[in-house]
């Protein structure tokens, strides 16, 4: 195992007095189970996880083929073509859930405040952790050797004293990296984050930052934030409290989701209702990969608009059955898309999710849609 790991364990009171938080990352979980696996077959090879062209969409890409600007949630037909030796492997849900297990119960040997965001990643608060030392950077350094030993597996992990430094910091090095930001280094970490690593600011939002001067962390630190909130709204609150390090949000094991959804933003208007079908199917492809991750079903889709002028509107039905199905997600999706009609403006940003949910030991049955106004 490689990667930068630095000690990180100077003891002055404000680390002492600070939380430890750490954020683990499977470095291309699904792709690198199928190498670990299969390696005659597929060790060293750019490989990608998900459906075959042309209708497709890539679920993970191993780090052999991000070179070529392979990516998850990409059209298997536009990976295909940017990778011409790449080989497309259908997804075993069961296994990559089995060692997502697996390694859950790696990650709570030293904490129960053990909060998965998916089969792939989770935040561990270690401040008062069940065995050794307080240290988050020995914590994290020994979950990777861990899961490693354990299961063949590499992990990126971050460490700071909130969720999101920890998260940045986990992908800065990454595959297979250690990444620590103490609690004296937090402020200027931030600083030089580029605004588009800032949770909610996507495409359309970074444009309208930049044109406001807003390039950086830096730059929203100085920003007042009555300014933030003049132009974003109640998300400027939340961008100025991330940039100033002020992330106090907890670490919440067992987190009961009231829902499940996916949504993108797109860097150009569409005004088609065939073009928003498109772009609606890796939305839901992710919707239906996250359910099961959950191992979740949902009575209730919404789809979600945002039009050329912000304006958000929702669309929603609730089915006799629970589903999760990409397939059935599409048939209400485009059912919901043309009711009463398609939309009468271009649209932005598209999204799909499911509520009403249960259990799949629960769900049980088959599928009957029953469309209600």
Known sequence: MSGHDPDGTSGNDTER?????????????YAQIEQRDFPGRYAGKPIAVGGDPPRGVVQTASYEARPYGVHSAQPAVEADRKCPDLIFVPPRMDVYQEESRRIRKILRRYTD????????????????????????????????????EETGLTASAGVGPGKFVAKVASDLDKPDGLTVVRPDEQMGFIAQLPIEKFHGIGPVTAA????????????????????????FGKRGRHFK????????????????????????????????????????????????????????????VTLKLKSHDHQVSTRQT?????????DALMVITERLLHRPHPPDEPVRLLGISVSSLTDEERAGGQLEFDFRP
């Open 17 to 29: 007095d600070a939380r430890r938080i750490v954020h683990v990352d499977m470095d291309a979980f």
């Open 113 to 148: 405040l053990v909060e998965p965001l998916s089969l792939d990643e989770a935040y561990l608060d270690v401040t008062e952790p069940k065995t050794g030392r307080p240290s988050g950077t020995l914590i994290a350094r020994r979950l990777r050797t861990e899961i490693y």
């Open 208 to 231: 309208k930052m930049q044109e406001l001067g807003i390039q950086t962390g830096a730059d929203l630190q100085e920003t007042p934030e009555r300014k933030l909130i003049h132009h």
């Open 241 to 300: 409290t991330l940039a100033v390090g002020a992330d106090d949000r907890p670490v919440q094991p067992d987190r009961d989701r009231k829902s499940v959804g996916a949504e993108r933003t797109f860097p150009d208007d569409i005004d088609r209702a065939e073009t928003m079908l498109e772009r609606l199917s890796p939305i839901a492809e992710r919707v239906a990969q996250r359910l099961r991750q959950a191992n979740r079903k949902g009575r209730t």
């Open 318 to 326: 609730t089915v006799e059955r629970p589903l999760r199905a990409e």
